[in-house]
């Protein structure tokens, strides 16, 4: 089969064309609609609070000597077993996302992300099967196998055709899902313009995800801290230091 040069300069590089700018648009819209995460200094103190009771027994807390361990073991354990490091200590069940401010912040930036992944794809999927429908753009230089003709031939119904033609809607998804390079080449690592990975989050509802009980895991990290022991590496520190060079005390 022999293709029109004429589709490849006015179908095939302005489908590649149009999806990267749509991309580099992306990013840019999506960095001006975001808005800066606010912080709350309960939710901060209740994080904090738990990552130093966690530091504290980790092999991380050996260098310093037992009495301070001992002194913020006994600080920690003692507030654990109150509400005063609780974001919401009257709370007595799961929260309800609508009702708080950060988890609605969370869900209208996700609600955000979404739309501008889904409205400039699905205006470009629209142009495609609209004016390229049925078109044959490009022949693999390697061979397939039949499974891959439902995916490199969609819109093209024909069964006795080569694995190896893409058509153009199945174009359409390469560049979808194999563009990530390029916007890394020109935006850098931390882009926008991937639309794969709002899809991903797409999935993941925070109106589903299960709220955790806080004063249990602090209850539970307040037990870890009960029996977590400390042996201080700056015990005989220097005794090990003289012996290493094969020197004594007083010696």
Same mark, same amino acid.
């Given at each position: 089969?022999?293709?029109?040069?004429?589709?490849?300069?006015?179908?095939?590089?302005?489908?590649?064309?149009?999806?990267?700018? +749509?991309?580099?648009?992306?990013?840019h819209a999506t960095q001006l609609?975001? #808005?800066?995460?606010?912080?709350?200094?309960?939710?901060?103190?209740?994080?904090?609070?738990?990552?130093?009771?966690?530091?504290?027994?980790? &092999?991380?807390? /050996?260098?310093?000597?037992?009495?301070?361990f001992q002194a913020r073991k006994?600080?920690?354990?003692?507030? /654990?077993?109150?509400?005063? /490091?609780?974001? $919401? *200590?009257?709370?007595?069940?799961? #929260? $309800?996302?609508?009702?708080?401010?950060?988890?609605?912040?969370?869900?209208?930036?996700?609600?955000?992300? $979404?739309?501008?992944?889904? +409205? *400039?794809?699905?205006?470009?999927? #629209?142009?495609?099967?609209? /004016?390229?429908?049925?078109?044959?753009?490009?022949?693999?230089?390697? *061979?397939?196998?039949? =499974?891959?003709?439902?995916? &490199?031939?969609?819109?093209?119904?024909?069964?006795?055709?080569?694995?190896?033609?893409?058509?153009?809607?199945?174009?359409?998804?390469?560049?979808?899902?194999?563009?990530?390079?390029?916007?890394?080449?020109?935006?850098?690592?931390?882009?926008?313009?991937?639309?794969?990975?709002d899809m991903a989050q797409m999935?993941?509802?925070?109106?589903?995800?299960?709220?955790?009980?806080?004063?249990?895991?602090?209850?539970?990290?307040?037990?870890?801290?009960?029996?977590?022991?400390?042996? #201080?590496?700056?015990?005989?520190?220097?005794? =090990?230091?003289?012996?290493?060079?094969? =020197?004594?005390?007083?010696?």
């Amino acid at each position: 089969m022999y293709l029109d040069p004429a589709i490849r300069d006015w179908v095939l590089f302005p489908i590649m064309i149009v999806m990267v700018l +749509v991309g580099v648009l992306r990013h840019h819209a999506t960095q001006l609609m975001s #808005s800066m995460p606010k912080s709350d200094l309960k939710g901060v103190r209740e994080t904090q609070a738990l990552m130093r009771g966690r530091l504290l027994r980790s &092999l991380g807390a /050996f260098d310093i000597p037992y009495p301070a361990f001992q002194a913020r073991k006994q600080y920690l354990t003692t507030q /654990f077993a109150t509400t005063n /490091f609780i974001k $919401n *200590p009257n709370q007595t069940g799961p #929260s $309800n996302p609508m009702s708080d401010p950060a988890g609605m912040e969370m869900m209208m930036e996700g609600m955000k992300k $979404n739309m501008m992944m889904l +409205v *400039p794809q699905t205006v470009i999927m #629209s142009w495609i099967t609209f /004016f390229f429908s049925g078109f044959v753009l490009i022949k693999l230089p390697f *061979p397939l196998t039949v =499974r891959f003709k439902a995916m &490199l031939q969609r819109g093209v119904e024909t069964f006795d055709m080569d694995v190896t033609w893409v058509s153009s809607l199945s174009w359409y998804f390469l560049n979808l899902f194999g563009l990530k390079s390029i916007y890394t080449l020109i935006l850098g690592e931390d882009n926008a313009a991937d639309g794969t990975k709002d899809m991903a989050q797409m999935q993941m509802n925070p109106m589903q995800q299960p709220q955790q009980d806080m004063s249990k895991i602090f209850q539970s990290e307040k037990e870890f801290l009960d029996l977590s022991d400390h042996q #201080s590496v700056l015990v005989g520190v220097e005794e =090990r230091l003289l012996a290493k060079y094969g =020197r004594t005390i007083g010696g």
